[in-house]
């Protein structure tokens, strides 16, 4: 077997209007016609890969590894699916509760939120939430296996949001992440995208060695450091760039193709 290659998708190789660059689909194709198993690496919800899966998994991807690396299908079976404590939802949820603060929470394929709306969620999802069917259910996490979740705040409040973080992040088993942003993220702190690979890999008879990771989020530094190798896009922060062992081009200059050429892969 060849190498195993993930991919991050925003930023990497799927652009502003959310779609695979061609320059991708076509690098992606040829290593797979090379004897490369190709994969995706995303801190994407199981809802926003739905409709990515059906339109390229078949065609591109092995491998589909998603909400940073707590869910895992392989050829369109699924390898491992691993929720969040109960418990420990439950205690970031209340400490929205106690503090005012709407939030969401995400299932296999699905979410459902506090409220109906809140003008961050076209954020938190692409823009999607819209086809959520009956999308308010606050006790949602009460009947689901979660695995991701978001507290809603905004720039303005940030400040004032500090003590509701601190709060959260003593939840042992919760990380907390996206503090720039109209919204904070959480999800289980002892998985990251790396461990998802890891495991991946294990269970095809390969190696961490033989993978390859290519990412511009802080989400990938985990994975550009521990993979065999680890590729940043030239759009990546300088901080992520620095964690790996070789920084391609951006992705609106066909980075992705640029690497894969770079190291004799296509």
């Known amino acids: 077997m060849g190498k195993v290659i993930f991919f991050d998708l925003d930023g990497t190789i799927v652009d502003s209007t959310n779609e695979v660059l061609p320059s991708a689909i076509r690098t992606i194709r040829q290593l797979r016609a090379n004897g490369h198993k190709t994969g995706v690496a ?10 990515f899966m059906k339109k390229y998994a078949v065609d591109l991807f092995d491998i589909v590894l998603y909400n940073n690396g707590a869910q895992c299908e392989y050829d369109d079976d699924v390898l491992f699916r691993k ?6 939802t439950a205690a970031i949820i209340q400490i929205a509760r106690k503090n005012g603060i709407e939030y969401g929470t995400s299932s296999e394929y699905d979410w459902r939120f506090s409220t109906e709306y809140h003008p961050a ?3 938190v999802i692409n823009g999607h939430f819209l086809s959520i ?3 308010c259910d606050p006790d949602y996490h009460l009947h689901h296996d979660i695995y991701s979740g978001v507290l809603f705040t905004d720039l303005s409040s940030a400040a004032l949001f500090e003590p509701v973080l601190r709060q959260c992040e003593i939840v042992q088993g919760i990380m907390i992440g996206g503090r720039i942003s109209p919204h904070i993220d959480f999800w289980r702190r002892d998985i990251t995208k790396a461990d998802g690979i890891r495991e991946v890999v294990g269970l095809l008879g390969s190696t961490m060695e033989e993978s390859i990771a290519v990412g511009d989020g802080f989400n990938d530094i985990a994975m550009l ?8 896009m030239g759009n990546a922060d300088p901080e992520v760039q620095r964690h790996a062992k ?7 200059e066909n980075g992705v193709e640029y690497a894969m050429k770079h190291f004799g892969l296509i």
């Open 42 to 51: 995303t801190g994407r919800s199981g809802f926003e890969m739905v409709d």
């Open 83 to 88: 929720p969040m404590d109960p418990t420990e």
């Open 121 to 123: 969620m076209e954020q």
């Open 133 to 135: 069917p009956d999308r």
């Open 225 to 232: 450091q521990q993979a065999g190798l680890g590729i940043a």
């Open 246 to 252: 070789f920084v391609t081009r951006t992705i609106d």
